[in-house]
């Protein structure tokens, strides 16, 4: 008997647009907790915990329950939890001392880092061209940091924190594209969402922070905006694009929050931001340049393998 081999399925035609727009929403985020009035750990706290029963209440009404997943896939949602709730905690704490360019621009780091996971689950070290993206986005970065310093020095600690976050927002990804593996979109959000809610709880008490608001305004529209919607099309793109389309996308979101800084703040970029900010923009352009998708099968019937190959294991 013959069996089937699956073909890499071609992502949805909106993926991308889904993409974009999350990073547009997520770009207000910033803005939305300078707005609040309770600490910044305690902003993300009821970020996560406002949308949880909007992400829930779905998947309760249309019957879904949490049963039948493997313990893999559980350990990967708690890990993504964890390390989303702390990505929010260092972020939301970096966003209060840098501009909310920086604070986005270094908060996504996931730019660079999440392709070169992609590089390493595929087996591919990047190529020449690649490897010259991967140095301009470095050099870039260097000089964002280096500018934020020698005008205000109080904006490194913040652009550290944001980096940091970048970095856990890395890993979050890499949970959820695991979980993405075997979930559809929603019940992954929701799981991972319950999962940050408690630490980040933890978090905001262990600082004395304010925890309870006054004005609710701002963290019903960060729950909306960021967790509901924003992470809601994120994680919908996670499952249906690469890493590096991805980690493209990603810079939608320093363009965005600039704008808000500039029209809000009035924080302008200086001379070596711009540069930088172009030296990260021409690295991912270079980086998606060199992505090729997989070509689609000439035909719709799948494909059959003798008998004698079925039988072997193939890698995914």
């Given at each position: 008997m013959a069996e089937t081999v699956d073909t890499p399925r071609a992502p949805h035609r909106l993926a991308f647009a889904a993409l974009i727009v999350a990073n547009v929403l997520l770009a207000f985020g910033p803005w939305l907790v300078r707005l609040s009035d309770t600490g910044p750990v305690a902003?993300?706290?009821?970020?996560?915990t406002l949308a949880a029963p909007l992400l829930?209440?779905?998947?309760?009404?249309?019957?879904w329950r949490?049963?039948?997943l493997g313990k893999g896939v559980w350990v990967m949602i708690a890990i993504a939890g964890l390390s989303f709730a702390a990505d929010l905690a260092s972020w939301h704490l970096g966003i209060?001392?840098?501009t909310l360019a920086n604070a986005t621009l270094f908060g996504n780091v996931a730019t660079l880092i999440f392709p070169l996971y992609g590089f390493l689950v595929l087996r591919a070290w990047p190529t020449r061209v690649q490897g010259v993206a991967l140095i301009l986005a470095a050099i870039g970065a260097a000089l964002l940091?280096?500018?934020?310093?020698?005008?205000?020095?109080?904006?490194?600690?913040?652009?550290l924190l944001c980096l940091f976050a970048g970095v856990l927002y890395t890993l979050y990804f890499i949970c959820m594209a695991r979980v993405r593996d075997t979930m559809s979109p929603l019940p992954a959000l929701a799981l991972s969402t319950i999962a940050g809610?408690?630490?980040?709880?933890?978090?905001?008490w262990v600082l004395g922070e304010r925890i309870l608001p006054g004005n609710w305004t701002p963290l019903i529209g960060l729950a909306l905006a960021s967790q509901v919607f924003g992470q809601g099309l994120m994680i919908y793109a996670l499952g249906q694009l690469s890493p590096l389309i991805v980690g493209l996308g990603l810079l939608t979101q320093p363009a965005v929050a600039a704008a808000v800084g500039w029209l809000v703040y009035d924080e302008r970029l200086g001379t070596a931001d711009w540069?930088?900010?172009?030296?990260?923009?021409?690295?991912?352009?270079?980086v998606r340049r060199t992505h090729r998708p997989p070509?689609?099968?000439?035909?719709?019937?799948?494909r059959l393998v003798p008998e004698e190959l079925a039988s072997e294991e193939t890698p995914r």
């Open positions: 902003a993300a706290f009821w970020r996560v829930i209440a779905p998947l309760l009404a249309g019957g949490p049963v039948g209060l001392r840098t940091m280096g500018q934020s310093y020698s005008l205000n020095p109080r904006h490194l600690v913040g652009d809610m408690l630490p980040l709880l933890i978090f905001a540069i930088g900010a172009v030296l990260v923009a021409i690295a991912l352009v270079l070509l689609a099968p000439a035909a719709t019937e799948p």
